[in-house]
């Protein structure tokens, strides 16, 4: 079993604003640890704002209950008809993420069935060690990097999977594929997105994620990847057109990789395409579409592949810079 770090920040830092509001001698102490548990947030742009949010929402229930609790009384009705005000308050200010921080405020002041300057002071107190102590504990957000590698990497395997297995069914009509890396593809890339905008979250200053550009080039081209699909499966069986693009999907997924020698296939697919030019015309209906079909995957296949040449510089390109 695995603990989060979420966890080891509830863990210590419940303890620490419980023990700092028992230092300076507030009453309702534990309401300090109760409000550092439900300010623990899994970003710190997350984190300034909802600390901002609690802490506006608590100074309004805060003088919300100092006129209900005042002029109508300590009764379990009125924190029923205070809550009926509040709750719309926060939905219109956009700060509902305070009703539960706020709420600790409420039931502290009406079970203690009074109201004077030092007590009101105390909850302030409460509310400060209680959300600060989240906060500054969320200032420490661990590193995605790792996870983004292995998201990247995991990715990558599963496109080369792909590609072999549409170079296999060109090849011989292998039909035991399962389609599943299909699957997984859009379930990674979903993942992924979710770890580059909490890794955004946590780099308040930075403009641009690294790894946003590069999930976002192979989301368009999974895209591509399940309209080719239909497209091979209208191949001819078996002529010398498969096999050449048989081979060419099993080439680029040998080339699956953070890198980008894209221009490499994209000079192989200019050439086949020049060499299907060159091909009898079709005589027959069946035969057109066959070939309509094929131009429609080439087509596909070049903006797979310019998607890949538009994300980087071509490590090519680079290589001859380097060797001039």
Same mark, same amino acid.
């Given at each position: 079993?695995?603990?989060?770090?979420?966890?080891?920040?509830?863990?210590?830092?419940?303890?620490?604003?419980?023990?700092?509001?028992?230092l300076?001698?507030?009453?309702?102490?534990?309401?300090?640890?109760?409000?550092?548990?439900?300010?623990?947030?899994?970003?710190?742009?997350?984190?300034?704002?909802?600390?901002?949010?609690?802490?506006?929402?608590?100074?309004?229930?805060?003088?919300?209950?100092?006129?209900?609790f005042?002029?109508?009384?300590?009764?379990?009705?009125?924190?029923?008809?205070?809550?009926?005000?509040?709750?719309?308050?926060?939905?219109?200010?956009?700060?509902?993420?305070?009703?539960?921080?706020?709420?600790?405020?409420?039931?502290?002041?009406?079970?203690?069935q009074?109201l004077?300057?030092?007590?009101?002071?105390?909850?302030?107190?409460?509310?400060?060690?209680?959300?600060?102590t989240?906060?500054?504990?969320?200032?420490?957000?661990?590193?995605?990097?790792?996870?983004?590698?292995?998201?990247?990497?995991?990715?990558?395997?599963?496109?080369?999977?792909?590609?072999?297995?549409?170079?296999?069914?060109?090849?011989?009509?292998?039909?035991?594929?399962?389609?599943?890396?299909?699957?997984?593809?859009?379930?990674?890339?979903?993942?992924?997105?979710?770890?580059? /905008?909490?890794?955004?979250?946590?780099? #308040?200053? *930075?403009?641009? &994620?690294?790894?946003? !550009? =590069?999930?976002?080039?192979?989301? +368009?081209?999974?895209?591509?990847?399940?309209?080719?699909?239909?497209?091979?499966?209208?191949?001819?069986?078996?002529?010398?057109?498969?096999?050449?693009?048989?081979?060419?999907?099993?080439?680029?997924?040998?080339?699956?990789?953070?890198?980008?020698?894209?221009?490499i296939?994209?000079?192989?697919?200019?050439?086949?395409?020049k060499?299907?030019?060159?091909?009898?015309?079709?005589?027959?209906?069946? /035969?057109?579409?066959?070939?309509?079909n #094929?131009? *429609?995957?080439? &087509?596909?296949?070049? !903006? =797979?592949?310019?998607?890949?040449? +538009?994300?980087?510089?071509?490590?090519?390109?680079?290589?001859?810079?380097?060797?001039?």
């Amino acid at each position: 079993m695995k603990i989060g770090y979420r966890t080891i920040k509830t863990a210590i830092g419940t303890p620490i604003a419980i023990w700092i509001a028992q230092l300076l001698g507030l009453s309702n102490f534990v309401s300090a640890g109760i409000l550092t548990i439900l300010c623990i947030q899994p970003s710190r742009k997350q984190s300034f704002l909802s600390a901002w949010n609690r802490f506006l929402a608590c100074i309004i229930a805060s003088m919300l209950s100092i006129v209900f609790f005042h002029y109508i009384g300590y009764h379990p009705a009125v924190v029923g008809v205070l809550l009926m005000v509040f709750i719309p308050v926060t939905v219109f200010l956009n700060i509902t993420q305070g009703i539960a921080t706020s709420s600790v405020i409420i039931l502290n002041l009406y079970s203690a069935q009074y109201l004077d300057y030092a007590f009101l002071v105390d909850q302030f107190l409460l509310i400060v060690i209680g959300i600060g102590t989240g906060l500054l504990l969320n200032i420490y957000m661990p590193s995605l990097d790792n996870k983004l590698k292995a998201k990247q990497k995991e990715l990558e395997q599963n496109f080369q999977v792909v590609l072999y297995e549409i170079a296999l069914y060109v090849r011989n009509r292998n039909i035991v594929w399962d389609g599943k890396e299909i699957t997984k593809i859009g379930q990674l890339l979903e993942e992924a997105a979710d770890l580059v /905008e909490r890794d955004k979250e946590n780099h #308040l200053l *930075r403009n641009k &994620h690294p790894y946003r !550009d =590069y999930f976002r080039m192979r989301s +368009r081209q999974y895209e591509l990847l399940q309209r080719m699909l239909p497209l091979v499966t209208k191949l001819p069986k078996k002529d010398s057109i498969t096999e050449k693009i048989a081979a060419f999907f099993e080439g680029l997924s040998e080339a699956v990789h953070p890198g980008n020698t894209a221009v490499i296939y994209l000079e192989e697919l200019e050439q086949l395409k020049k060499e299907f030019d060159n091909e009898d015309l079709p005589c027959s209906r069946e /035969e057109f579409e066959t070939r309509a079909n #094929l131009f *429609r995957l080439l &087509h596909d296949i070049e !903006d =797979y592949l310019l998607l890949k040449k +538009r994300y980087k510089e071509s490590d090519i390109n680079i290589r001859k810079k380097l060797t001039k």
